[in-house]
């Protein structure tokens, strides 16, 4: 039903369905929107480097400009030392950025307004972070989860909140993508109903108030992908520079 | 206010909807498992795809790219420097060579001058010794008339006097008496007239 605004981010086959043993692997819209993404950011990012002039053109200067900037927010939160990741939280952050842009065009699928795609990215961060720091300081790592200068007496109390809250980190990161991906399409989509459903003589103000939704979503499309981006860099920069 | 709204209104449409499709569709297509898997795979399939070429290919590129401007406009910035420098030095040189000649063109000037003031000295010596010489000769000359003209005078006296006696008189008188006369008096008024 096309007027469901949920209905959006119904996944279904593209093409017969495929199996492996147990596994249903089939080729699903969400997939496509994958593919798109990641074809599209390889696509700008290969135009972009293919000529070095030192003067750039205007697709040099967008991947220039996005690797700087990529580069810039993880050396400050995360210091020299995460130049390694650097590769990867760019990925990250072109994927989600690039999935979430994808999903602002009408008629297509948002990838990220998935729990489970937002929820594997997140528990990958987690537990690639956590490998990270075991291996950076051994079992001094679990000092994280002691804070110095708290009394004796809450320190139990302060442990417990610390490990919570650090377990809780992949599902605060899933759960804040997909839900403002989530929301923010089924604003739009319930905004554009009001707009039929109320015809031509009241159908302006939610009109208007779409358009202007627009304008947020893109905005928050780029937002969620970098606080996405820059909570990784944060996690990282707990796991690589411990401080307690 | 208008995020205030906004997240108002997306909270009211949650559980709206929650209620309004909850039979219809099974709720949030989000929470039905039936394609995670394929999700999964995809994800890790182009995501790990994509990593691969970026850190592999494309990001080395951009970064080489960088790297390579910013040496070219160092080294740019270098040349440019160095030029600068050079330029300096040479226009120190310059204003040397342009100081040097203006004190050349001095000295010249001087010597000229020197030279000329020389010159136009010796020749008013020259000049100055004709002209004293010619004085000399002039001065002897109006001495020569000066001692001549008395005795031409007295002479003169003496004829004019005696030709008046003798019209006075009517006869011829000695002209040595008169002229004993007049030499007499041009002694005396000569003093007065000539100054000697």
């Not at chain 2, 099974?26 to 999700?39: A, D």
């Not at chain 2, 182009?46 to 040496?71: A, V």
């Not at chain 2, 030095?89 to 001058?113: C, G, H, P, V, W």
């Amino acid at each position: 039903m096309a007027a469901n605004p949920m209905s959006q981010f119904d996944v279904y086959r593209i093409g017969p369905e495929i199996k492996v043993g147990a596994f249903d692997i089939s080729f699903t819209n969400a997939s496509l929107f994958m593919i798109i993404s990641t074809v599209s950011i390889l696509l700008v990012f290969n135009l972009g480097s293919k000529r070095n002039s030192v003067l750039p053109n205007k697709m040099q200067l967008l991947a220039e400009l996005s690797y700087t900037f990529v580069a810039k927010m993880i050396s400050d939160t995360a210091g020299s030392k995460a130049k390694p990741y650097f590769a990867f939280i760019f990925s990250l952050f072109m994927f989600v950025l690039f999935c979430n842009m994808f999903g602002m065009i009408p008629y297509t699928f948002t990838v990220t307004s998935h729990i489970i795609v937002t929820f594997i990215l997140a528990s990958f961060i987690f537990i690639g972070v956590t490998i990270i720091g075991f291996i950076k300081h051994g079992f001094g790592y679990l000092k994280l989860f002691v804070p110095s200068g708290v009394p004796a007496v809450l320190l139990p109390l302060i442990v417990v909140i610390e490990i919570i809250s650090y377990l809780s980190r992949p599902i605060s990161l899933s759960v804040r993508l997909f839900a403002n991906m989530m929301a923010g399409h089924t604003m739009m989509k319930v905004f554009g109903g009001f707009v039929i459903s109320l015809g031509l003589v009241g159908g302006w103000l939610p009109l208007s108030f779409s358009v202007a939704l627009t304008g947020l979503e893109i905005l928050v499309a780029f937002l969620q992908a970098y606080v996405f981006a820059i909570l990784t860099c944060i996690y990282l920069n707990d796991a690589l520079n411990l401080h307690h | 206010m208008i995020k205030k709204i906004y997240f108002q209104s997306i909270f009211f449409s949650f559980l709206f909807f929650k209620e309004a499709f909850a039979a219809e569709s099974g709720g949030m297509p989000q929470l039905n498992p039936e394609f995670w898997i394929s999700q999964i795979f995809w994800l890790i399939l182009t995501f790990g795809i994509m990593y691969f070429i970026l850190s592999k290919f494309i990001l080395p590129k951009i970064s080489n790219n960088l790297e390579s401007r910013k040496s070219q406009i160092l080294e740019n910035i270098e040349a440019a420097e160095k030029q600068r420098e050079d330029s300096e030095t040479k226009l120190k040189e310059y204003d040397e060579i342009l100081l040097k000649s203006k004190m050349e063109a001095k000295s010249i000037f001087n010597q000229a001058r020197e030279k000329a003031l020389k010159d136009i000295g010796s020749k008013k010596e020259v000049l100055d010794r004709q002209i004293d010489a010619e004085i000399i000769k002039a001065e002897k000359e109006i001495k020569e008339l000066r001692v001549k003209a008395p005795d031409k005078i007295n002479k003169i006296a003496i004829e004019t006097s005696s030709e008046l006696l003798e019209k006075l008189i009517g006869s011829e008188i000695n002209s040595s008496s008169i002229s004993a006369i007049v030499n007499d008096l041009s002694k005396r008024n000569g003093d007065k007239y000539y100054g000697n």
